[in-house]
């Protein structure tokens, strides 16, 4: 699935429904490039192409690999209070 398919998927099927991209991703590892500190980022001109919707799914999905996605933690965990009566 491609990057472009996953943002998608994303759009079309609903934020929570995709919340776990991390075991969707692949990585191509037959890609390798070298350049120079002097040359200009080609990422810039493609990421100035992407909407500010498919950008913020981008960063999802690095936070999700950076720090793990955990479904029990995504809600707010509730506090029980037991008061005693007098």
Same mark, same amino acid.
């Given at each position: 699935?491609?990057? =472009?398919? #996953?943002? #998608?998927?994303?759009?079309? &099927? &609903?934020? %929570?429904?995709?919340? %776990?991209?991390?075991?969707?991703?692949?990585?191509? *590892?037959? @890609?390798?490039? #070298? &350049?120079?500190?002097?040359?200009?980022?080609? =990422?810039?001109?493609?990421?100035?192409?992407?909407?500010?919707?498919?950008?913020? $799914?981008?960063? $999802?999905?690095?936070?999700?690999?950076?720090? &793990?996605?955990?479904?029990?933690?995504?809600?707010?965990? *509730? @506090?029980?209070? @037991?008061?005693?009566?007098?």
């Amino acid at each position: 699935m491609t990057p =472009d398919q #996953v943002a #998608v998927s994303r759009i079309t &099927g &609903g934020y %929570n429904s995709c919340m %776990n991209l991390v075991g969707q991703a692949r990585l191509d *590892r037959s @890609v390798f490039e #070298v &350049g120079s500190l002097d040359d200009e980022d080609p =990422d810039k001109a493609y990421w100035q192409t992407k909407s500010p919707q498919e950008r913020m $799914e981008a960063l $999802e999905l690095l936070r999700q690999i950076i720090y &793990g996605y955990d479904p029990a933690t995504t809600r707010l965990q *509730r @506090v029980l209070e @037991v008061a005693e009566l007098e």
